[in-house]
Every structure is written in structure tokens, then in C-alpha cells.
């Protein structure tokens, strides 16, 4: 209509809005019978919806619930399954794609799940995280003792990738040398955010153990207090005969059985050495991954923050003041 009043021909004005001519006179007879608002878009309302807002928001509450309780086998939820649980409750059907963006309207996202071991004793867990822990905390203030959590992990030659950068629809390759070589790394961390480590191109066994503490007494501390799993390099006769002889100089506590979450550097330690540190690193041998290793130790040196952060991701929050 602007452009009308302009003075402009009704064929200059189709060819700049790329219409024809017949669409620009159809608009013209609508505007001068109903105004310039007839020519506005009057959307239609569409399909009812087919649940009410009271019934969506009672959909989180019957997820959580779990998908066990609805037969199904394993607690893991996808959009059929959602869809299936939703048709019981209220006998609405839904596609899976509707059904994953009525998800997303609720707030719940697709999510990669934490394992955990059937055989946790989640109460003694609990009693740990909140009795055990900070009575050690007290002891080692008390005796003046470096405390210190202990756990091992394993560094492979296959390259950690997390993303690369490809033409669409063309999924990338990466030729590797599959090999099971590897590196055997023993950690230790502190409260203060101070990382040890012993690394060898071997298995981990009780004479590492034994190494890895003597260490410790060197660099940490005269009196350590070690927080460890029940890994069988740690309840070896020799390693039990060294902690003996040290006369109290070494305390070792164990963690309840299956509680990897316990320990600062099962979900975040190990974590963000492999997948920040060490994303996207390709070594050709052990050599060089033993280098990448330790330059990847002494940047992380440099954040204690991120240490202290992982006794905040294992509950251990205490820890922090």
C-alpha cells in the first residue's frame, strides 16, 4: 500500500515483492474493502491441544517414578517409552518427536546416566559422606595429618577425540593403531588442591603402592592420612606390612565397596585430565604420552581450584572451607 501511494504501477510493485499482478490486486480490493488490517496475517488457531496444562505438569512427577515402575526394563527413559507412559495416564497418543519436544517444554533434556554398582549399600554411603568424612577431616587437623585420596586410572595410546569438524553428512575417519599399551597413573589429592602422581608404562601392584606412599611422606606430609578403594593393590601382606612399620606415620581408611562417587578423582579428576587436558591428543608411543602426561599434571598444578572443585562434585563439600 506504501508503495502504491508512492506512485508506483501495480506491475513494478508485484515484480519487488516478487507476486504476481492478480496477487497484488486481491490485496489492493481487501485493503479498500477492510483497511489497511485486512491485509494482516490472521493466523488460524490450530489443533486443540490434546492435554491440558495440569495434565503436562503431572508428567515429571510420573517419570520420576521411574520406567521400571511402568514394566519396562532398565531405568533409562526414551520418547517412546515417555509416550507409552503418557497414553496410559490421560489415553492421548503421541509421536516420539512430539513427545521429545514436549520434554524439552518441561525442562527435561536428553542426559548421559551415571553408572552405578547393584551392590552399593546406599546407606552406608550416606553415613560415610556425612559421619566418617568429617571425622576424618577433624582427625587430620587433629594429628596433623596430610590428607590425602588416592585412586589409580589408565591413559591408552588411542587417541581421546571428543569433536571434529567434518562436510555435512560425511562422518569423519581416524586410522589408529589399535594396541592395549598403556599408561598406569596412581594420583593423590588433597584438600589444599595439591596433585601426586606416579606413572609407569606397567600394571599397578602392591610395590607401586608402596612406592607411591613413600612419596608421599617425602613431598605431602611427615603423617598421612590416605583415603583409598579396596582395589587388591592396596590389601596386598607388603603394603600392609610398610604401612605397620611407618609407627602411625601413614593412616589408610578405605571407601564403602562400589562408591567410585566417594572419591574426588574417580568423576572428576581422572575426567578432566582426559577429556580437557588430553582432548584431542594423539601420542605415537608410550614416551611420548608419559611426556603429554606430566605437562598435562603441571598445568593442572596450576588450578587448584579445579581440585578443590572435585571434593565439591563427590558431596564432599566440607572439604572447601
Known sequence: ?????????????????DVR?????????RARHGGPDALRAHPGPGHPPKLSGDQKRLIPEFLWHGPEAYAFRGEV???ARVARVIEDEFGVGYHK????RLLKELRWTPQTPITRAIQRDERAIEHWRRVTWPELLERAKRERRALVFEDESGFY???GLVRTYAPQGQTPVIREFQTRDHLSVMGGMTLEGKVYTLARQESLNGLHTIEFLAHLLRVAGEKLLVIWDGSPIHRRAEVTAFVAGTR????????PG???DLNPWDEGGWH?????????????DLEQLHEEFHAAIRRRRRKPHLVRSCFAQAGLCCATT
Open 157 to 159: 595410546l588411542l587417541p
Open 21 to 29: 499482478e492478480e496477487t497484488i490486486s486481491r490485496w489492493m480490493a
Open 272 to 284: 578432566h585430565l582426559k577429556h580437557v587436558e588430553l582432548r584431542n591428543v594423539v601420542c605415537l
Open 77 to 79: 527413559w526414551t520418547c
Open 97 to 100: 518427536d512430539h513427545v521429545g
Open 258 to 260: 562400589y562408591a567410585p
Open 248 to 255: 602411625g606415620k601413614v593412616w589408610v581408611e578405605a571407601l
Open 1 to 17: 500500500m506504501r508503495l502504491k501511494r508512492q506512485g508506483w504501477s501495480q506491475r513494478s510493485v508485484a515484480a519487488a515483492l
